[in-house]
Nanobody, 119 residues
Framework: QVQLVESGGGLVQPGGSLRLSCAAS????????MGWYRQPPGKQRELVAA???????DYANSVKGRFTISRDNAKNTVYLQMNSLKPEDTAVYYC?????????????WGQGTQVTVSS
């Protein structure tokens, strides 16, 4: 069984910073792409940033230059450094990872962590 556990959300003022972490655990053979999605109140879930196993990154236009995704393959962990936060970044943030076990390869999701940007 595979689990993704997120941490690091919270309340921050506009212009502030937060760092999200997501650790994968369980019967993991390989981890491929990892990413962060978010779902603002009343809206659909959207991709924020993604990173391949080789370190290639991709970002939503709305966060380019402010957010940085990274990963530590030895720790099976992906991070999202969020700087210059804006009220429109308020959302539940979800970690996603494509993981292979001995049996198959699936997309896994974390439970979500709330990020609120407000003064």
């Amino acid at each position: 069984q595979v689990q993704l556990v997120e941490s690091g959300g919270g309340l921050v003022q506009p212009g502030g910073s937060l760092r999200l972490s997501c650790a994968a655990s369980g019967s993991i053979s390989s981890i491929y792409a990892m990413g962060w999605y978010r779902q603002p109140p009343g809206k659909q879930r959207e991709l924020v940033a993604a990173i391949t196993s080789g370190g290639t990154t991709d970002y939503a236009n709305s966060v380019k230059g402010r957010f940085t995704i990274s990963r530590d393959n030895a720790k099976n962990t992906v991070y999202l450094q969020m700087n210059s936060l804006k009220p429109e970044d308020t959302a539940v943030y979800y970690c996603n990872a494509e993981i292979a076990t001995m049996r198959a390869r699936y997309d896994y999701w974390g439970q979500g962590t709330q990020v609120t940007v407000s003064s």
